[in-house]
């Protein structure tokens, strides 16, 4: 999203409040990575974080929510996010490394492991043969890995709207798009242990996020801006969970 030596992303930090909000969920997130119970037990609070991001985020695709149903038997759309969010513990090291290297390919990636019980695999991983999908893929991913330099908060929605808006699999495109939305956020080095849970936020707010999940495709100003403090909000609130999180594995080492 860049034209010569032009940033596409920059009109977006003139709407009201988003230049803002974005500050404040980095501040949220940063504060959140400094609790005490993250400096060296990181990976016991992302790890419940996972958790928490993959029940809602299968929720809000209409999955389940319990771990293990009374049936015995996983829901696909809740093992699907389960796996996604896996595949990004441990950073760099993992899925989050690949988005940096080859972002098309780690998106492939992202829908085999969100959609695997869902579709069969010559579907997975398989983008729509579209042209208009194939360039608008290329187009998101190229500028949040580094074609704009918008704040990172901004990054994750306009990545997480488009890929909501283009639906280019067919199948759990919600999971992958709010999969996206972490791996900005960790790749960016905005929440690079992956602590933040803004999944919650979204969950507990449906209707209004699938309202402005609609208001961003149209493109309109008013609908874009929307969506932008919709989503830094998220981060905002799900950096609040984060610190519940690791309060939580504070005082459980403590014994108390």
């Not at 419940?48 to 985020?57: F, K, L, N, Q, Y």
């Amino acid at each position: 999203m860049t034209s010569g030596n032009r940033d596409l992303l920059a009109p977006l930090l003139d709407l009201p409040g988003v230049t803002d909000a974005a500050e404040t969920a980095r501040a949220a997130l940063g504060k959140v990575h400094r609790h005490r119970a993250n400096l060296r037990n990181w990976p016991v609070t992302a790890a419940e974080s996972t958790v928490r991001g993959a029940r809602s985020s299968s929720a809000l695709d209409g999955g389940g929510i319990e771990l293990r149903a009374a049936s015995g038997s996983a829901d696909p759309v809740l093992a699907g996010a389960l796996r996604v969010g896996q595949a990004m513990e441990g950073g760099a090291t993992n899925l989050v490394g690949t988005w940096q290297r080859a972002p098309l390919q780690a998106l492939a990636r992202l829908h085999a492991l969100a959609a695997t019980d869902l579709v069969d695999e010559a579907g997975l991983g398989r983008p729509r043969q579209s042209p208009e999908v194939a360039a608008r893929l290329d187009l998101v991913t190229r500028l949040v890995t580094g074609a704009s330099t918008a704040p990172a908060p901004v990054l994750a929605a306009v990545a997480h709207g488009e890929v909501l808006a283009l639906a280019p699999f067919g199948s759990a495109d919600g999971v992958v798009a709010r999969g996206v939305s972490r791996l900005v956020t960790m790749a960016s080095g905005l929440d690079p242990h992956g602590l933040g849970v803004p999944e919650v936020f979204w969950l507990r707010r449906a209707e209004v996020y699938r309202a402005a999940a609609a208001g961003f495709a149209t493109g309109e100003p008013d609908g874009v801006r929307d969506w932008l403090l919709m989503c830094c909000r998220a981060l905002e609130d799900g950096a609040r969970e984060a610190f519940s999180i690791a309060e939580a594995a504070a005082d459980a080492s403590r014994g108390g």
